[in-house]
């Protein structure tokens, strides 16, 4: 039985950060927040398909990425974002209640029959 690669893996991704951290080439923890949001979302319509949860999911954590990132830098105000999220995040759910987009884990030729 071979070891598993789980401690290599974490330290060459421990010694990577380390190493871009100490070469000031790391962004900002904000800037990293908002890029590992935003790329969750797209990887998650990527790897899942477009079904009924991803369509409500992924855009809110792609929106949840970009709303931390104009808070920081930009400088808008919370409540502002938590609004427009707040309305994503109901048309949205709205638009996935439609019979056209699939249930999640019935695939579009399940939808079709």
């Given at each position: 039985?071979?070891?598993?690669?789980?401690?290599?893996?974490?330290?060459?991704?421990?010694?990577?950060?380390?190493?871009?951290?100490?070469?000031?080439?790391?962004?900002?923890?904000?800037?990293?927040?908002?890029?590992?949001?935003?790329?969750?979302?797209?990887?998650?319509?990527?790897?899942?398909?477009?079904?009924?949860?991803?369509?409500?999911?992924?855009?809110l954590?792609?929106?949840?990425?970009?709303?931390?990132?104009?808070?920081?830098?930009?400088?808008?105000q919370?409540?502002?974002?938590l609004?427009?999220?707040?309305?994503?995040?109901?048309?949205?759910?709205?638009?996935?209640?439609?019979?056209?987009?699939?249930?999640?884990?019935?695939?579009?030729?399940?939808?079709?029959?």
């Amino acid at each position: 039985m071979r070891p598993g690669a789980t401690f290599p893996l974490l330290l060459i991704v421990l010694g990577t950060l380390w190493f871009l951290h100490s070469t000031a080439l790391l962004p900002d923890t904000t800037t990293l927040l908002a890029l590992m949001l935003a790329g969750a979302g797209v990887a998650l319509i990527a790897i899942d398909g477009v079904n009924k949860s991803t369509l409500v999911a992924s855009p809110l954590m792609v929106y949840a990425g970009a709303a931390v990132w104009l808070y920081r830098h930009w400088g808008l105000q919370l409540s502002h974002l938590l609004s427009l999220g707040m309305v994503l995040a109901g048309l949205l759910m709205l638009i996935a209640r439609s019979d056209r987009i699939p249930d999640k884990g019935r695939g579009a030729d399940a939808h079709e029959r």
